[in-house]
């Protein structure tokens, strides 16, 4: 099965007359029940989260990641094709190279490698305050060092309070505390801006 | 010559005074001298002491400057003791440029602020001010032989200090900056930007569907691709499922969020 | 105590951090307030961490009059979109909630409004996707 022939199936499960499934009335397509039971953490905070791992790409071999972790220590994580890739936006393994910083979660297998479920490649999360804002960008203020926003057309998103999100940022006012997700670009420093939280809208 | 130099104590006075009183009196300014250059130094347990002792010294080196304009206190006491602070204070940049450059100055604000090139410049024109100080040793209140001179000079330098300030750019600089956006037309505004993925998403989360079965997604988004008034998003789930959502994508509306859950062999490609 | 079940739980927008040793821009985040904080450990950053954090982050701004829990006490989060939680020890002072006031975000008629906690990635990653952000939660002892 393609790419397309799968996408077809997925949308006539979901649209099609037999898929007119809703969280509550999952129907036949559902292997499992509706109700998620989400597994209870450990008591104890967990140290060193060995489904976990961070740092940056120093090798790619076929599907796998040689990851350097900012600690040293050495990570070898296993992409398959259920892997979700995150890089600005959901992306494939053809997008991630070397030298990328990225965050991963999966199972740890026997031998050592993460089997990951879920790649975050160069993403960021910070709190800024906006100190300018030109065609394209922002100048934020993070922990006292500036950092460049780029705007990408079609990919960066706004939130302005409780409002839905939205691609306008014509909203976006100089000196506005707000919270920023966004890909890190390792050849510049600077930062694609993913969604910009920008708390409230100024007057 | 004798008139600006006589606003020079004043002027640092004026600039000391304000700095001790936001290290002396200020609860957040001493809480975040654990994030100074200061820190660097003394250590962040010992960083809020010193924050405020280094407030006390610039007190007394502010009164020590006014007392200049009592007949028998020399002017030039406050001056060199104003030299020696704005001496120390230069130096105190250049160790924390090299040693600490995330750091905050801890200046004349409870407001973080980076330790750039106008930080510097501002320390300089107060070390030039002090130097004019004591080499003209004129006492301050010589400046009102001239009154609108002295005012002028004094304005004119506060500005500058002002301008020099990091910690002040929301007072004046951002206030500007916002300004000139709705003078101009706002440089982000107008652009037909298609509708973010991260719009979908969002109200993918915030729709029954996404609650009855977001606790069982192990993976963030796996591919979508939109489909008429539809943008159809896919997770892995727990099972290693495929969890199908359609969100409406040209209209904001939670409720009508759809998902199906599918055993899938082959997952998408990566 | 766990999950859901302490008798004055907090309620607000939870959201992650980075510390320790890190890349990119996170790369000077430095330890924490606490010196312990490591993005692989289950961890938080909590605006009462200590009394001068409470100075910096002032809660009380926004009407929250948030217990002082110092480094290592425990908490337990939950993500509010989809019940998932997740144990995580203070490291840090944070997030500045007062700079956040009234900003509220929501799943469906579950909203959580103020930034009351940071989670490391690994913390947040185990309850949410690293790319949603801002997220309600809730938050016992």
């Not at chain 1, 203020?141 to 691609?167: E, F, L, M, Q, S």
């Not at chain 3, 607000?12 to 606490?34: D, K």
């Not at chain 3, 996707?129 to 809730?138: A, D, N, W």
């Amino acid at each position: 099965m393609d790419a397309m022939d799968r996408r077809r199936l997925l949308t006539s499960a979901v649209l099609g007359t037999a898929g007119l499934a809703t969280a509550t009335a999952l129907g036949p397509l559902s292997p499992e029940p509706a109700h998620a039971s989400p597994a209870l953490p450990a008591t104890e905070p967990v140290v060193e989260d060995p489904n976990f791992a961070e740092g940056r790409i120093t090798g790619i071999s076929g599907t796998m990641l040689l990851v350097t972790g900012s600690d040293t220590v050495l990570h070898r994580i296993r992409v398959t094709n259920g892997t979700s890739i995150w890089k600005l936006y959901p992306t494939t393994f053809d997008a991630v190279d070397v030298g990328d910083g990225l965050y991963a979660r999966g199972v740890r297998m026997a031998d050592g490698t993460l089997a990951a479920d879920s790649l975050w490649v160069n993403i960021v999360s910070m709190s800024v305050q906006i100190t300018a804002i030109g065609n394209g960008w922002l100048h934020l203020d993070h922990d006292n060092k500036r950092i460049v926003g780029r705007v990408v057309p079609g990919r960066t998103a706004a939130v302005y309070r409780d409002a839905p999100t939205t691609g306008d940022l014509s909203k976006l006012r100089v000196g506005r505390h707000a919270h920023i997700i966004g890909a890190w670009r390792p050849d510049t420093n600077e930062v694609d801006l993913a969604t910009v939280y920008a708390g409230t809208v100024a007057g | 010559m004798t008139v600006p130099a006589a606003v020079q104590p004043l002027l640092l006075a004026l600039v000391l005074a304000a700095s001790a009183r936001v290290k002396l009196t200020s609860r957040t300014a001493r809480s975040r001298a654990t994030g100074t250059a200061l820190a660097a130094i003394v250590g962040k347990r010992r960083a809020p002491l010193a924050y405020g002792m280094v407030g006390g010294v610039e007190a007394v080196v502010a009164l020590a400057l006014l007392a200049g304009g009592v007949p028998v206190v020399p002017q030039r006491i406050g001056a060199a003791l104003a030299v020696a602070a704005s001496t120390a204070f230069v130096g105190y940049l250049g160790y924390a440029r090299l040693f600490a450059p995330d750091s905050s100055c801890g200046c004349v604000s409870a407001r973080q602020a980076p330790i750039r090139w106008r930080s510097f410049a501002r320390a300089v024109l107060l070390l030039a001010a002090s130097v004019v100080a004591l080499v003209a040793g004129t006492p301050w209140p010589a400046a009102v032989a001239r009154p609108y001179l002295a005012v002028g000079v004094l304005v004119v330098e506060l500005a500058a200090v002002a301008l020099l300030s990091p910690e002040l750019d929301e007072r004046w600089l951002f206030p500007v900056r916002r300004l000139v956006l709705r003078v101009r037309p706002h440089p982000l505004a107008g652009l037909a930007y298609d509708l973010p993925l991260a719009s979908t998403v969002r109200q993918l989360e915030r729709s029954p569907a996404y609650r009855e079965v977001g606790g069982r997604l192990r993976s963030d988004v796996l591919d979508h691709w939109d489909e008429g008034e539809w943008r159809i998003v896919c997770y892995r789930t727990d099972s290693a499922a495929t969890a199908v959502f359609a969100v409406p994508r040209l209209r904001y509306d939670p409720d009508s969020v759809r998902v199906a859950v599918v055993t899938d062999p082959e997952p998408v490609p990566a | 105590m766990g999950c859901s079940n302490s008798a004055s739980p907090a309620y607000g927008e939870m959201s992650w951090f980075c510390c320790g040793a890190a890349w990119g821009p996170c790369g000077s985040a430095g330890g924490g307030a606490c010196g312990t904080c490591n993005s692989g450990s289950h961890q938080c950053a909590w605006p009462h961490a200590s009394d001068a954090c409470y100075n910096i982050t002032q809660p009380y701004a926004c009407g929250h009059n948030l217990a002082l829990r110092g480094c290592g006490h425990v908490f337990y989060v939950t993500n509010r979109c989809n019940g998932s939680c997740v144990s995580a020890s203070v490291a840090d002072c944070g997030p500045n909630t007062h700079q956040f006031c009234g900003e509220s975000h929501c799943c469906g008629s579950t909203c959580g409004t103020d930034r009351l906690i940071d989670l490391t990635p690994s913390a947040f990653s185990a309850i949410a996707s690293l790319s949603s952000g801002l997220l309600p939660c809730r938050i016992d002892s």
